[in-house]
């Protein structure tokens, strides 16, 4: 059974950089039939999409968060991660990993973590 | 930018049928994805590519989509199916979320 969970920082300055980690169980990143991404959510609000990464290194993101998103992966530990730049108080959202289903498209995002607060406020 | 409208509210009664739709242009070019998420839980993808049920979802949850609009259809509504609902489809390697419909069983 496929398991990812989100750990980093749960407060971060504005201004500053936003910085999570997954770490995948019962699954390799190294599949080539998934990408793996990030979502995030403001509290009472809906979801948006931040980026997904691809076991060969490839990237998509967000347009609108383009210029200040990074994410990486680290094979040897089973893990990917997020970077978000210049962060403001409005970017305050729970943050999901999840699986993204690839086919030659992009698919489902099944599963996601639990998702972790992050709190953006001097 | 590519939208997704979905209503913000849907009610239903206990046994009845809920539909809940997700408009965007020509959405029928594109797959249509359906996520529940309940009340302090991580969304759960309940329909893909337009009319597949992942395992372990019931046969009561069904999709369709064409034209402008997709649809997730609860037949046989339970309590338990209270959620907020989320479709997704993919722009030009983008994905792109509706804002959410609250299904009410009351």
């Known amino acids: 059974q496929v398991q990812l969970q989100e750990s980093g920082p749960g407060l971060v300055k504005p201004s500053e950089t936003l910085s999570l980690t997954c770490t995948i169980s019962?699954?390799?990143?190294?599949?080539?039939?998934?990408?793996w991404g990030w979502l995030r959510q403001p509290p009472g609000k809906g979801l948006e999409w931040i980026g997904a990464?691809?076991?060969?290194?490839?990237?998509h993101y967000n347009p609108s968060l383009n210029s200040r998103v990074t994410i990486s992966r680290d094979t040897s530990k089973n893990q990917f991660s997020l970077k978000l730049t210049s962060v403001s108080d409005s970017e305050t959202a729970v943050y999901y990993c999840?699986?993204?289903?690839?086919?030659?498209?992009?698919?489902?995002?099944?599963?996601w973590g639990q998702g972790t607060l992050v709190t953006v406020s001097s | 930018s590519y939208e997704l409208t979905q209503p913000p509210s849907v009610s239903v009664s206990p046994g009845q049928t809920a539909s809940i739709t997700c408009s965007g242009d020509k959405l029928d070019d594109k797959y249509a994805y359906w996520y529940q998420q309940k009340s302090g839980q991580s969304p759960v993808l309940v329909i893909y590519?337009?009319?597949k049920r992942p395992s372990g979802i019931p046969e009561r949850f069904s999709g369709s989509n064409s034209g402008n609009t997709a649809t997730l259809t609860i037949s046989g509504t339970q309590a338990m199916d209270e959620a907020d609902y989320y479709c997704q489809a993919w722009d030009s390697s983008t994905a792109v979320f509706g804002g959410g419909t609250k299904l009410t069983v009351l």
């Open positions: 990464i691809y076991y060969t290194g490839r990237t």
């Open positions: 019962g699954d390799s990143i190294n599949s080539n039939n998934y990408y």
């Open positions: 590519q337009d009319t």
């Open positions: 999840a699986r993204l289903g690839y086919g030659g498209n992009l698919n489902w995002f099944a599963p």
